[in-house]
């Protein structure tokens, strides 16, 4: 009981990590934690959250210019594992609000290493918003993990609908570590989790997005005029989209985390007409726990 710390549930990560965004996070309790890492609430609680990011990324893709953004999270976790949360995204320059996330779903523990959750988020945007994330308005996310000793593993299946229909598999490789010392007083620690990921999927998202922006960010007038939509069939192949690195530092109290995280991201099979090349991308998070 004497250490508890906020933790983001991915999208995400990995596919909210994914998506750059973190849709959720949740608490644990009885011993140190990194903020990436798995559980299950077995204490009822509520936690709070704000994240600064340097561009939106959407399962491995970006749209045509960076778009920085600041998202408040909050999140209600009751003992059983149910939990429901709200996130509001706001990119940087742009709306008031870009971005309304509403969703809940179920945390499970199988046996002491695998252990998962299943969710289900509503995205509702602004007309005009300009995150590449628009052209999906629903997710379904089923996400399982599983600890190794050496690496923990995690396999993370999302169906999006609306506009476009689109899945994903994400699967990340992580390995926790914490230091054995503490920074200011006994009751504080750092915490790292590099981790190595993939996403596989479809790309519908991709010419969704296009079509509703009228090719306006990408495309010269007098190759829109010329433009063979047909091609987007590619789109709906399922192919391998992104390989990433991430590298969180996270420093931890008994009530709040303070985690600053950096992701190397490297797109392949990139199609339509939207052009993703290696990018890095910087995330900065707070997050406080009630309970």
Not at 38 to 54: E, F, L, N, P, Q
Not at 130 to 145: E, G, M, Q, T
Request: some cysteine; aromatic content about 18%; charged content about 20%.
């Amino acid at each position: 009981m004497r250490y508890l710390c906020l933790l983001f549930f991915i999208t995400v990560s990995n596919t909210l990590c994914a998506a750059g965004i973190n849709r959720s996070f949740f608490a644990d309790t009885g011993k140190k934690l990194p903020a990436d890492t798995d559980t299950v609430i077995r204490k009822r609680s509520v936690s709070v959250g704000v994240s600064y990011g340097s561009d939106a990324l959407f399962f491995g893709r970006t749209g045509p210019i960076k778009y920085p953004f600041l998202t408040g999270d909050a999140i209600y976790n009751s003992k059983s594992g149910v939990f429901v949360y709200g996130s509001v995204l706001k990119v940087l320059g742009y709306a008031p609000v870009d971005e309304v996330d509403l969703g809940g779903g179920y945390f499970y523990k199988l046996s002491k290493s695998f252990s998962g959750a299943a969710s289900y988020t509503r995205f509702i945007f602004n007309r005009d918003a300009n995150v590449i994330k628009s052209a999906s308005s629903n997710d379904i996310n089923l996400k399982n993990a599983y600890d190794w000793g050496l690496v923990k593993t995690s396999v993370v299946l999302d169906y999006l609908f609306g506009k476009s229909n689109d899945f994903f598999t994400t699967i990340s490789n992580s390995k926790y570590f914490e230091t054995n010392w503490s920074i200011f007083d006994d009751k504080d620690y750092l915490s790292f989790t590099p981790s190595f990921n993939m996403i596989l999927g479809t790309q519908n998202f991709v010419q969704r997005y296009e079509k509703d922006h009228h090719y306006q960010y990408v495309l010269p007038p007098s190759v829109i005029d010329h433009l063979d939509l047909e091609a987007a069939r590619r789109n709906r192949r399922f192919n391998m989209l992104n390989y990433s690195f991430k590298i969180p530092v996270a420093y931890n109290r008994p009530h709040y985390t303070l985690e600053a995280s950096w992701r190397y991201s490297i797109p392949v099979n990139v199609e339509g007409t939207l052009e993703n090349r290696r990018e890095s991308f910087f995330n900065f998070t707070f997050y406080y726990l009630f309970y």
